[in-house]
Each structure stands twice: as structure tokens, then as C-alpha cells.
């Protein structure tokens, strides 16, 4: 059983930067792939960005390339998005799930069992 806890989120303006935080209890993540999500109000979730359990294999959404970038630190049981030059059609609740999956299917968010409670993000213009 693993429990994940988002933070980082808050309210920025057009431009700026936050760096999401997902850490993990219950179990050591670097065996679990991990993946973000957002869904804003009235829209679907949708995948932003996914890391897998083995070193080199990152996903990022179109939306978000060049401008996101995920990375794991297995020593602290955390992953981390770091969301750079945010637009306001960034704002969404931001949610990272974990599970012992294929690297190659961690942008599917069926593929996940484990999910965080989400974090708010709003980038204001």
C-alpha cells in the first residue's frame, strides 16, 4: 500500500514557476512508476507527465514540453514536477499517482491504482 501526498502548489502569475512535490509512504517508490496529472473544472483529467521505475524513461505532454520537467529522488521517496514559464491554461488541480507498471504505459491513468489527493495550481494573467 503506498500513500502519496501532494504540495507545492499555489497561485502564480503567467510566466512563473512552482515545483510540485509527490511523496510517498508505505513504500519505497523507485520499483513504482509515477505519473502527473491535471484535470481543470469541466475538462477531463488528463496526463501532463510520467516518470518510469528504471533511470532515463520520461513522458511529457505535448502542452507542457520544454516547459515541465520531472525527476525522482529515491532517497527522499519523492518525485517532482518542475513547471516553468506557466500560462493560464496550466490551472488545474494536479494530482501524481504511482504503481508498478510498464514505463510505457505511465501516461495512462488507468494504468494506476495509487493516487495523491491533488494540489491546487493557478496561474493567474
Known amino acids: 500500500q503506498v500513500q502519496l501526498v501532494e504540495s507545492g502548489g499555489g497561485l502564480v502569475q503567467v510566466g512563473g514557476s512552482l515545483r510540485l512535490a509527490c511523496a510517498a509512504s508505505?513504500?519505497?517508490?523507485?520499483?513504482?512508476?509515477i505519473g502527473w496529472f491535471r484535470q481543470a473544472p469541466g475538462k477531463e483529467r488528463e496526463g501532463v507527465s510520467c516518470i518510469g521505475s528504471g533511470f532515463g524513461y520520461t513522458y511529457y505532454a505535448d502542452p507542457v514540453k520544454g516547459r515541465f520537467t520531472i525527476s525522482r529522488d529515491n532517497a527522499k521517496n519523492t518525485v517532482y514536477l518542475q513547471m516553468d514559464s506557466l500560462k493560464p491554461e496550466d490551472t488545474a488541480v494536479y494530482y501524481c499517482a504511482a504503481d508498478r507498471i510498464l514505463s510505457r504505459l505511465c501516461a495512462l491513468s488507468i494504468a494506476y491504482e495509487y493516487w495523491g489527493q491533488g494540489t491546487q495550481v493557478t496561474v493567474s494573467s
Open positions: 508505505g513504500s519505497t517508490l523507485d520499483a513504482y512508476a
